[in-house]
Nanobody, 124 residues
Framework: QVQLVESGGGLVQAGGSLRLSCAAS????????MGWFRQAPDKGREFVAG????????YYADSVKGRFTISRDNAKNAGYLQMNSLKPEDTAVYYC?????????????????WGQGTQITVSS
């Protein structure tokens, strides 16, 4: 089992940047694939980015491709989401998730472990 805690959320103007962190504790973090999801008010949980166990393969939603970068540091038991060129439509609660699967998927139901979420608000 792994516990996840996100940090780094906040309020930013359109065009700005933020970096989210996901601190993992418990079992060896390198045994888990990781994903970032987001949920806006009155919407379902949406895949943002995913990364495999080693960090060698990354996956992105079309809406964030070229603007967001997912990474991980297994030695620090941490994952990250660098968000650049933020837009008002990026406003949501962002969650990190982990699972013992091999390749990250876009379906949130395939992830067993979730953080509590961190709010990102992008003003226009």
């Amino acid at each position: 089992q792994v516990q996840l805690v996100e940090s780094g959320g906040g309020l930013v103007q359109a065009g700005g940047s933020l970096r989210l962190s996901c601190a993992a504790s418990g079992r060896t973090f390198s045994s888990y694939r990781m994903g970032w999801f987001r949920q806006a008010p009155d919407k379902g949980r949406e895949f943002v980015a995913g990364i495999n166990r080693s960090g060698g393969n990354t996956y992105y939603a079309d809406s964030v491709k070229g603007r967001f970068t997912i990474s991980r540091d297994n030695a620090k038991n941490a994952g990250y989401l660098q968000m650049n060129s933020l837009k008002p439509e990026d406003t949501a609660v962002y969650y990190c998730a982990a699972d013992r699967g091999v390749i990250p998927t876009t379906n949130p139901n395939t992830y067993d472990y979730w953080g509590q979420g961190t709010q990102i608000t992008v003003s226009s």
